[in-house]
T-cell receptor, first 113, second 112 residues
């Protein structure tokens, strides 16, 4: 069954700890994205990657890091430098062809206390 | 530049009422336009899309027409149901550079 898997669905961490959110896809899409969503807010782009071993900063990259070692995987690390990490994180993929939409995972809700 | 503006929520409607959620855009070139729906605690799901002027996207009773002259892509449904309660996002892709631009979302609650 093709899709995007984000794990875990809920994640709890103490302040000062780094945490890595997983995103795996079997849609064979070239592009992958990480968005942050805060309550009642729209989506803000953190990082995106169009090909393996390459990625670009989005609008709010500070305090986050990513890697793209495999086409299927695009993990996001929330570092202790992120001042307000509690949020809902969404991973998305796109196949880079003209007119194609983004496809989203079901998100990971991160709570840092 | 590229941007999307959609109407502020929240919107509350009675079941079987007519729904309109306004969306206007600014874009260079010839973007593709999308509506996504997000149910509580879930990711965004593609609801419909339109890829050129005067195209009408439709799905599950929802419709939106790509109006280049008014740079709009308003979402409509003739008779909403309780199950339509969700947050709706308008989005555009300029079709260059793999970037997408989202509106801030409009929360819809349908009451029986």
């Amino acid at each position: 069954d093709g899709g995007i898997t984000q794990s875990p669905k809920y994640l709890f961490r103490k302040e000062g700890q780094n945490v890595t959110l997983s995103c795996e896809q079997n849609l064979n899409h070239d592009a992958m994205y990480w968005y942050r969503q805060d309550p009642g807010q729209g989506l803000r782009l953190i990082y995106y990657s169009q090909i393996v071993n390459d990625f670009q900063k989005g609008d709010i990259a500070e305090g986050y890091s990513v890697s793209r070692e495999k086409k299927e995987s695009f993990p996001l690390t929330v570092t202790s430098a992120q001042k307000n990490p509690t949020a809902f994180y969404l991973c998305a993929t796109g196949d880079s062809s003209y007119n194609s939409p983004l496809h989203f995972g079901n998100g990971t809700r991160l709570t840092v206390t | 530049g590229n941007s999307v503006t959609q109407m502020e929520g929240p919107v509350t409607l009675s079941e079987e009422a007519f729904l309109t959620i306004n969306c206007t855009y600014t874009a260079t070139g010839y973007p593709s336009l999308f509506w996504y729906v997000q149910y509580p605690g879930e990711g965004l799901q593609l609801l419909l899309k339109a890829t050129k002027a005067d195209d009408k996207g439709s799905n599950k009773g929802f419709e939106a027409t790509y109006r280049k002259e008014t740079t709009s892509f308003h979402l409509e449904k003739g008779s909403v149901q309780v199950s339509d309660s969700a947050v709706y996002f308008c989005a555009l892709s300029p079709n260059t550079g793999n970037q997408f631009y989202f509106g801030t979302g409009t929360s819809l609650t349908v009451i029986p």
